[in-house]
């Protein structure tokens, strides 16, 4: 028997550990790989040789597979590194490929968003070049919800709910003063405002709050924004608006207090939106103007994680175990929604040519004309992915995962 790689790159989410878990279960069904490592740190991992032998937790820790499926962010570790291309520095591709020889090495399942499906093209690229017979092949998970090809991606779920919950929160803290207030919350999201858009689910039948949501995909006009808080302020006293970090003006220019560079894939690192708009606000208005930037709280926040989310994210998984018993290489792992009521799907694969290096954007039709709001179409795609809660193990009035030491410096 063979043996198989996994590693996981980008930001970490709820779900990522759960696409893991679903590659061992789908092993134990298949029995198809002798012995499954985990590469630490994504494909530095294998750069530097540090694997973990995933098949030796399963047989010593009682559960790992269903502890390790509500165990948030990434088991494994992440990196944040840009393979260069195959023309640029073949040497690179040998050593991995090399690696893959040494150990023996069938399959290699890459858990990622955008920048990781990146590097299972030119994996299975490179394989497809010299003839190698090792399969590369993708599992999403991105909170960003911009995978092309998919209905939704593993994590975003979960974020999604940890948005409308922490926005209707929000809406409860603010109304208990009966003064004038607007309060902005910054939401991740730099080029497509899936995530921004769930702040709409936090809507109640006592509570239109957020009443505007601006996300990337339309220019935010200032002036128009301003007019809408000063018509909300005549007929209420809190006005709570939702944006996307990512906002561009017409000419887009980002709406942020500033712009620090871009990162190692050429993306732009964006700081302060909200309070950007907050400043913009203050000037514009005399009432309070607070902003609130949620920034990473929402990856990883298990407590409020979805049932449904966690339960996909294991079955796309489990699927990308069973292509590679077919042999399939280059593809990402899709999730194609078949029914909204009752929320039905499949799981399926596509080309990651079409997938790589591509952003599916929150389409225009599901954004209100103003570009303030989201429509109710967008509420009918959004309601069936942050459905149900897991168990999650509680000690000391504290939720528990598994032990990642492994990841510290001291074991690197």
Same mark, same amino acid.
């Given at each position: ?21 679903? /590659? ?7 029995? #198809?790989?002798?012995?499954?490592? %985990? ?16 098949? =030796?937790k ?11 499926? /509500? $165990?948030?962010a990434?088991?494994? %570790? ?9 023309e ?16 023996d ?8 968003? +955008?920048?990781? &499906?990146? @590097? ?14 090792v ?9 960003? +919800? ?13 974020? !999604? ?18 003064i004038?207030?607007? $309060? ?39 002036? !128009? ?33 500033a ?9 732009? #690192? ?16 005399? /009432? ?19 049932? @449904?989310?966690?339960? =996909?994210?294991?079955a ?10 077919? %042999?399939?290489?280059?593809? &990402? ?7 909204? !009521?009752?929320? $039905? $799907?499949?799981i %399926? ?14 389409p225009?039709?599901?954004?209100? =004309? ?7 179409? &967008? ?18 009035g ?15």
């Amino acid at each position: 028997m063979k043996n198989c790689i996994i590693a996981q790159s980008g930001g970490p989410t709820v779900a990522i550990n759960a696409s893991l878990a679903g /590659v061992l279960k789908g092993n134990e069904q298949s029995h #198809q790989f002798g012995t499954i490592y %985990g590469a630490l740190n994504g494909i530095t991992g294998i750069l530097n040789d540090r694997l973990l032998n995933l098949s =030796e937790k399963i047989d010593t820790i009682p559960n790992f597979i269903e502890k390790l499926k /509500v $165990t948030p962010a990434m088991y494994l %570790g992440s990196c944040r590194y840009k393979l260069p291309t195959i023309e640029s520095d073949p040497h690179t591709y040998q050593r991995i490929f090399d690696y893959f020889h040494e150990k023996d090495i069938d399959t290699f399942f890459y858990i990622g968003g +955008n920048d990781s &499906m990146d @590097t299972v093209l030119k994996l299975s690229d490179y394989a497809a070049k010299i003839g190698s017979d090792v399969k590369v092949i993708g599992i999403p998970k991105t909170i960003d +919800n911009d995978l092309c090809h998919t209905d939704h991606t593993p994590g975003f779920g979960s974020a !999604a709910k940890y948005i409308a919950s922490t926005i209707r929160e929000i809406a409860h803290d603010t109304f208990i003063y009966a003064i004038k207030s607007v $309060t902005i919350v910054e939401i991740m999201g730099r080029d497509a405002g899936w995530l921004t858009a769930a702040a709409a689910l936090a809507r109640t039948e006592y509570s239109t709050a957020p009443q505007l949501i601006y996300l990337p995909e339309v220019a935010f006009d200032k002036d !128009a924004c301003i007019r809408d808080v000063k018509a909300l302020l005549e007929k209420t006293n809190n006005v709570i608006i939702a944006i996307s970090e990512g906002i561009r003006d017409s000419k887009g220019n980002y709406v942020s207090a500033a712009e620090a560079g871009n990162d190692t894939f050429g993306h732009s #690192q964006l700081s302060g939106a909200g309070k950007a708009l907050e400043y913009i606000l203050k000037d514009a208005l005399s /009432v309070k103007v607070r902003s609130v930037e949620v920034n990473v709280l929402q990856r990883c926040a298990s407590h409020l994680a979805s049932l @449904t989310d966690l339960n =996909e994210s294991m079955a796309l998984g489990e699927k990308a175990c069973e292509l590679s018993t077919e %042999g399939a290489s280059g593809v &990402m792992v899709t999730v194609n929604r078949t029914s909204d !009521a009752p929320y $039905t $799907t499949e799981i %399926g694969s596509f080309d990651i040519h079409n997938i790589a290096n591509e952003v599916r954007n929150v389409p225009r039709e599901w954004i209100n =004309e103003a570009g303030n709001d989201v429509t109710d179409e &967008m509420i009918t795609y959004l309601r069936p992915l942050i459905a149900g809660e897991p168990e999650i193990t509680f000690e000391d009035g504290l939720p528990t995962y598994l032990n990642i030491a492994h990841l510290l410096p001291e074991h690197q």
